[in-house]
T-cell receptor, first 111, second 111 residues
Framework: ELKVEQNPLFLSMQEGKNYTIYCNYSTTSDRLYWYRQDPGKSLESLFVLLSNGAVKQEGRLMASLDTKARLSTLHITAAVHDLSATYFCAVYTSGTYKYIFGTGTRLKVLA | EPEVTQTPSHQVTQMGQEVILRCVPISNHLYFYWYRQILGQKVEFLVSFYNNEISEKSEIFDDQFSVERPDGSNFTLKIRSTKLEDSAMYFC?????????FGPGTRLTVT
């Protein structure tokens, strides 16, 4: 059974600082997704990573995928308060139509 | 921009009752999914649906759950005999292939 772990679970950071969220998964997969969830809201798609070495950037967020290490990172550059949310990675189970979500990282950016 | 819609936004039911949660996926999407999220916890995959049949289901999706696409547009999740532990947010998602688009969710409260 595919397991997906994120760390840290909670992250409190100052505005302007950089930080990285890690997503590790246990079995082979070539598709990984990052989502943002605001309190009481649905999931907003941030990035779709479809191959080893894929890197995508949007604003202050950059995501990468290393399928050999079974690791994805979500890097935050110069954090702002508006980035406060919970971030989930989700991994596609190869050969199925099943997506397993990570535990989530609750990010709080302090002004 | 097309979006996934879900009804109702909040459903309160008594233990043992049947509930039907409804979703209207984005038209021309081919893949459909149900997830649940217990308050403050991670998003759990329930079932995927493609070509009018279940493609994959999780261990959570036992005999009390069923899905249907009754009229080619709606996508429903039925819970036959609700339990207290079924209380959660239920999200529907649709996908043209890789990227999933999530609906706003239905909050189910079982009393």
């Amino acid at each position: 059974e595919l397991k997906v772990e994120q760390n840290p679970l909670f992250l409190s950071m100052q505005e302007g600082k950089n930080y990285t969220i890690y997503c590790n998964y246990s079995t082979t997969s070539d598709r990984l997704y990052w989502y943002r969830q605001d309190p009481g809201k649905s999931l907003e798609s941030l990035f779709v990573l479809l191959s080893n070495g894929a890197v995508k950037q949007e604003g202050r967020l950059m995501a990468s995928l290393d399928t050999k290490a079974r690791l994805s990172t979500l890097h935050i550059t110069a954090a702002v308060h508006d980035l406060s949310a919970t971030y989930f990675c989700a991994v596609y189970t190869s050969g199925t139509y099943k997506y397993i979500f990570g535990t989530g990282t609750r990010l709080k950016v302090l002004a | 921009e097309p979006e996934v819609t879900q009804t109702p936004s909040h459903q309160v039911t008594q233990m043992g009752q049947e509930v039907i949660l409804r979703c209207v996926p984005i038209s021309n999407h081919l893949y459909f999914y149900w997830y649940r999220q217990i308050l403050g916890q991670k998003v759990e995959f329930l079932v995927s649906f493609y070509n009018n049949e279940i493609s994959e289901k999780s261990e959570i999706f036992d005999d009390q759950f069923s899905v249907e696409r009754p009229d080619g547009s709606n996508f429903t999740l039925k819970i036959r005999s609700t339990k207290l532990e079924d209380s959660a947010m239920y999200f529907c998602a649709s996908s043209p292939y890789h990227e999933q688009y999530f609906g706003p969710g239905t909050r189910l409260t079982v009393t």
